[in-house]
């Protein structure tokens, strides 16, 4: 069996107290898997998540952590047939994750890595504009000429949203808490950007109606959650659709359903790797897509990178 290092989560705490770098035993490849030696891992929010037990999937104590990353495929089990040794891959992991020199993953959680980005890019990229691509084509069903308002925006999947919704045609306003951060949606193809956090709290509906002609956004992209939430619901147009995405805020609304009938408005849940585990074809659909996204937004990705042991 093979050894390596990884960050592991041995029980769930408020503080990340419960994870640790050590060195584990790696389980006997099956037939239907390949292993990766990781190259590079990406960060993500329900990572943290998943170790305080609030992300919707719970694995089971103790787990690798690591939900994305990028690296090179050395064995294969005797039924795969997608992958060959040497070949440079992403992939998705739950459990045994992508935060250890060496990954364990079914044939069906990777793909062969864009070659236009390098492993870091590529490691960081799935995830954001998965989310956004299954949000806006899949569920929202965006159409050229109409009103996208992204919240979170200067996070990874807010910007992705950003690029999707500009390169789908649509007119987006993005929203947030830091205008400088702000001011960068505008060359991601924001046209537009609106300061969530006013002295009296969240507020946001008028400058959102004045920028849609007292409409309100056709589609609202929410992964926040919590306040920003409840306002969205008081400038969402008329068959508008509200993409719930997360929680980042912390806390999950709640709606009174009066508000969607008298409105007309949808809300719309959006989970992009169920969608993909749930309708397998239009999940390899998805991937392929996004794929096709990564010459024209590799220029916008910002990457902080890091050697894990140097956080352990």
Request: glycine content about 14%; charged content about 25%.
């Given at each position: 069996m093979r050894k390596s290092k990884a960050l592991v989560c041995e029980s769930i705490e408020e503080d990340l107290s419960g994870v640790i770098l050590k060195e584990i035993q790696l389980p006997e490849l099956s037939q239907e898997e390949i292993l990766i030696k990781v190259k590079a891992a990406s960060v993500n929010f329900p990572d943290l998540l998943m170790t305080q037990g609030k992300y919707q999937h719970r694995?089971?104590?103790?787990?690798?952590?690591?939900?994305?990353?990028?690296?090179?495929?050395?064995?294969?089990?005797?039924?795969?047939?997608r992958f060959n040794t040497g070949d440079e891959v992403t992939f998705g992991s739950w459990g045994n994750g992508a935060f250890s020199d060496y990954a364990l993953v079914s044939e069906n959680g990777a793909q062969l890595k864009s070659k236009s980005l390098n492993f870091e890019?590529?490691?960081?990229?799935?995830?954001?504009?998965?989310?956004?691509?299954?949000?806006?084509?899949?569920?929202?069903?965006?159409?050229?000429?109409?009103?996208?308002?992204?919240?979170?925006?200067?996070?990874?999947?807010g910007m992705a949203a950003v690029q999707l919704g500009k390169k789908m045609g649509a007119k987006v306003i993005a929203t947030?808490?830091?205008?400088?951060?702000?001011?960068?949606?505008?060359?991601?193809?924001?046209?537009?950007?609106?300061?969530?956090?006013?002295?009296?709290?969240?507020?946001?509906?008028?400058?959102?109606?004045?920028?849609?002609?007292?409409?309100?956004?056709?589609?609202?992209?929410?992964?926040?959650?919590?306040?920003?939430?409840?306002?969205?619901?008081?400038?969402?147009?008329?068959?508008?659709?509200?993409?719930?995405?997360?929680?980042?805020?912390?806390?999950?609304?709640?709606?009174?359903?009066?508000?969607?009938?008298?409105?007309?408005?949808?809300?719309?849940?959006?989970r992009a790797g169920e969608y993909g585990r749930r309708d397998p074809v239009r999940g390899k659909e998805n991937i392929e897509a996004i794929k096709k996204l990564a010459d024209s937004v590799k220029e916008a990705l910002r990457l902080n990178t890091e050697e894990l042991a140097e956080r352990g």
């Open positions: 694995p089971d104590l103790p787990f690798v952590l690591g939900m994305e990353g990028a690296g090179v495929v050395v064995e294969k089990g005797s039924r795969v047939t890019e590529a490691a960081s990229f799935q995830t954001a504009y998965l989310t956004a691509y299954v949000s806006l084509v899949r569920r929202g069903e965006l159409q050229p000429g109409e009103s996208l308002l992204v919240h979170g925006a200067t996070g990874g999947v947030g808490t830091s205008e400088e951060k702000l001011k960068k949606t505008l060359d991601w193809g924001a046209s537009h950007y609106v300061l969530t956090n006013k002295k009296d709290g969240v507020s946001f509906r008028e400058e959102v109606k004045e920028l849609t002609d007292g409409k309100g956004a056709d589609v609202i992209y929410d992964p926040v959650g919590g306040d920003v939430f409840d306002e969205s619901m008081r400038c969402i147009n008329w068959g508008g659709r509200i993409l719930i995405v997360g929680f980042t805020s912390g806390r999950i609304p709640t709606a009174p359903v009066n508000m969607p009938l008298i409105k007309g408005f949808s809300i719309i849940g959006v």
